[in-house]
């Protein structure tokens, strides 16, 4: 997970992309809490987080978080600014 950790704010950077928020323990208010950490990631639009996700820097890093991780990823589209 070392090489995904050290390698990935780089590759948000080229996309526009920035993390908002790293949680290694959320708390739930109502429901279940996701296990393990939750990860916020803000990019310009739906489309540069999906070109960010396709692009062979992140495609190069993606191999380290499944190996070492069991994550849902979700692109959740902002309301107007």
Not at 18 to 27: C, D
Not at 66 to 76: E, G, K, N, Q
């Amino acid at each position: 997970m070392k090489p995904y950790r050290v390698g990935v704010e780089a590759t948000l950077q080229a996309f526009g992309g920035v993390r908002l928020a790293s949680v290694p323990a959320p708390q739930a208010v109502e429901g279940e809490p996701p296990r393990g950490m939750v990860v916020l990631l803000r990019f310009p639009s739906l489309e540069a987080a999906r070109a960010w996700h396709a692009s062979p820097a992140y495609q190069a890093l993606l191999p380290h978080r499944l190996a070492s991780s069991s994550s849902r990823l979700h692109l959740i589209e902002g309301l107007p600014a």
